[in-house]
Each structure stands twice: as C-alpha cells, then as structure tokens.
C-alpha cells in the first residue's frame, strides 16, 4: 500500500485485488448474508479509494483494511435490517394468493364484498348509518351530522363500534 500510495498504479491494482479475500473473511465474520458479500467487498474497496492518504505504512495493512471492512459489512447490515422490516417476503405468496387478473380473484372479491354487505346490513341502524355515511359515502362528520340530524360525537361513537363489531365478525376477538 505504500507503493500505491507513492503512486505505483500496479502496486495499487495489486493490493485491491489482494484485500478482496480479506474484506470476504471480516465480513462473513460480522454476519453479513452470502448475497451481500460482494456489495460490502465493493463498497469497502470504494473506501479504501476515498481514503487511502490516511493509511500509514508504519502500521499493519490488515488491520487498517480491517477497521474499513467491518464498518462497511455493519452498513450493510444496518440496511440489511431496514429493508427486513419494510419488505414481506414470502417464497410462497404466488401460490397462495390468486392474480388481480385471475378468474377466480374475481369472484373472491365479489364473494367478500356481499359478506362486507349483508354483515353492514346486519349492524344496529345507528351504526349502520354511520358506516354508510362516514366510511362508504366518505363524508366529513359535519356532512354525515347535517345529513342524519345527529351529534358529530355520536356518529364517532357509533361509527367505532360498528367498525370494531365488523372487526369481531371477520377476524375473531383480535
């Protein structure tokens, strides 16, 4: 490295493709998946690149490319995790879930909209009105209010226990 750094282009290729096996083992070592080796491999390159003028020859190679490739793989990690929590991943959600455009989608879809219906349907007149108004028609409460003749705190009321009575009927006492 104290070659490259006095300019020796080869010297510099070199000790790149030399470092590869080492930022392969650091990483592995922090617990970065298989698949994200050559991105932590990439991206530790790219700060060894950025910041070479800081390595001093006096001290070891290794551990200096070291300290670069364990924060990188902890980057990577720590996008690792984000992506975890916003991503769903299912090996099987294709065979489970049916296409928007497939046949029996669509009677699906028209089989749970009667049951939203009659179980609509089957709420206490208040409360049906309240879903009706507010959450079908997506009026605003002074809107639902002025239409119905009933208090805005009543309509929230009603609107609540109608949504948590559907709720119960669909999805059990969750």
């Known amino acids: 490295m104290a070659a490259a750094q006095a300019g020796d282009r080869r010297a510099y290729e070199r000790v790149l493709a ?15 998946p298989a698949d994200a080796l050559d991105d932590v491999v990439q991206e530790t390159l790219l700060s060894v690149h950025r910041v070479r003028h800081t390595y ?20 990577a990690l720590r996008g690792h995790g984000r992506r975890a929590r916003r991503e769903v991943s299912d ?28 179980a609509i349907a089957a709420l206490p007149p208040g409360q049906r009105e309240a879903v009706e108004q507010l ?31 559907l709720r119960t009927r669909f999805h059990g006492d969750d």
């Open 18 to 32: 030399d470092s590869v096996p080492l930022i392969r083992a650091v990483a592995r070592r922090q617990g970065v």
């Open 56 to 75: 001093d020859p006096a001290r070891s190679y290794d551990a200096w490319l070291g300290a670069l490739a364990a924060r990188r793989a902890i980057d």
């Open 135 to 165: 959450g079908l028609r997506e009026r605003s409460l002074a809107e639902a209010a002025q239409r119905t003749g009933r208090r805005t705190g009543a309509l929230k009321v009603n609107l609540h226990r109608a949504l948590k009575a």
């Open 91 to 118: 090996e099987l959600a294709l065979e489970r879930h049916a296409g928007a455009d497939d046949a029996s989608a669509d009677a699906e879809r028209a089989q749970q909209a009667a049951r939203l219906r009659a």
